[in-house]
Nanobody, 126 residues
Framework: QLQLVETGGGLVQDGGSLRLSCTTS????????MAWFRQLPGKGREFVAA????????TYADSAQGRFTISKDNAKSTLYLQMNSLKPDDTAVYYC???????????????????WGQGTQVTVSS
């Protein structure tokens, strides 16, 4: 099992920044493809960003492209999401997820991810 714990959420003003962290344990972090998803109020879970298990290849949702950056620190077994230029539409619960899939290619489908954190709330005020 891979345990994931997200931190870094909170309340921020329109245009502000936050950095989310996802600390993992239980399995070697470097063997997992990782991603961030979010669930907006009253809506389903949607993809935000993903990073491959091998190398640093990344992919982003259109809504995140140019504003968010996903990264990882294998030595710390931690995944990050740097979010800049936040908008009220970014208000959601953000989840990190892990897939036991060794590849150079990141994955953007929630069904590919088996391990999930408990989520962290991000609220952007206007």
């Amino acid at each position: 099992q891979l345990q994931l714990v997200e931190t870094g959420g909170g309340l921020v003003q329109d245009g502000g920044s936050l950095r989310l962290s996802c600390t993992t344990s239980g399995r070697p972090f470097g063997t997992f493809s990782m991603a961030w998803f979010r669930q907006l109020p009253g809506k389903g879970r949607e993809f935000v960003a993903a990073i491959a298990s091998i190398g640093d290849s990344t992919t982003y949702a259109d809504s995140a492209q140019g504003r968010f950056t996903i990264s990882k620190d294998n030595a710390k077994s931690t995944l990050y999401l740097q979010m800049n230029s936040l908008k009220p539409d970014d208000t959601a619960v953000y989840y990190c997820a892990g897939a036991d899939w060794i590849s150079h290619l990141p994955r953007d489908h929630s069904g590919d991810y088996v391990f999930w954190g408990q989520g962290t709330q991000v609220t952007v005020s206007s």
